[in-house]
């Protein structure tokens, strides 16, 4: 993925998705609490345009993407890892080939959903509010929404989601949020 600079919460998503340890703590996030990347990728690029999210934002944002994800690109991603690492006597090389044209239409899945979700732009622009505190504020909605626990595991990858994303953030403003 390369990311462009255009302002879009797709390109924002490919320069974030990008940093080390972003990939890894999203889908973290995704597998252990069943939360959506798309979401807490948009927590992130509403923050850092200094928007805060309310919860009818969130639900709002959600209520789009949501049947999209449930029905093309969740069980895109379910075959997609069901394939991982071939499929019993089928040929191994032909397997990874289709294999890794679903994960390409995953990705364009998850493009055509950000597109959606992006336009227009909700939150609300709070003067005097950071970018690392907006963000916090909204991926914190988020799981709230969700009912997701905020345990050790999550507060790590909560933490280097917001230090890729909030690279100017004092050690402060970072190691406040997600207590």
Not at 49 to 73: F, I, M, T
Request: aromatic letters at 6%; proline letters at 6%; one cysteine or more.
């Amino acid at each position: 993925m390369s990311a462009a600079t255009d302002g879009t919460f797709w390109s924002f998503t490919l320069d974030l998705y990008g940093k080390p340890g972003v990939a890894p703590a999203l889908i973290g996030l995704q597998d252990r609490l069943g939360l959506d990347v798309n979401m807490l990728l948009y927590c992130c690029w509403s923050g850092a345009g200094a928007r805060v999210l309310s919860r009818d934002d969130l639900k709002a944002v959600e209520a789009v993407a949501e049947p999209w994800q449930s029905e093309v690109v969740r069980p895109l991603r379910t075959l997609r890892r069901r394939l991982r690492g071939g499929f019993g006597a089928m040929p191994a090389d032909r397997v990874a080939a289709y294999r890794k044209r679903i994960n390409e239409l995953e990705i364009e899945g998850e493009h055509i959903a950000q597109n959606a979700m992006g336009e227009p732009p909700r939150g609300e622009r709070l003067p005097g509010t950071s970018t690392a505190a907006a963000v916090a504020a909204n991926l914190k909605g988020y799981l709230k929404l969700r009912h997701a626990p905020v345990d050790a595991p999550e507060r790590a990858d909560l933490t280097t989601i917001l230090r890729a994303c909030c690279p100017d953030a004092t050690a402060d403003e970072i190691n406040a949020s997600f207590v």
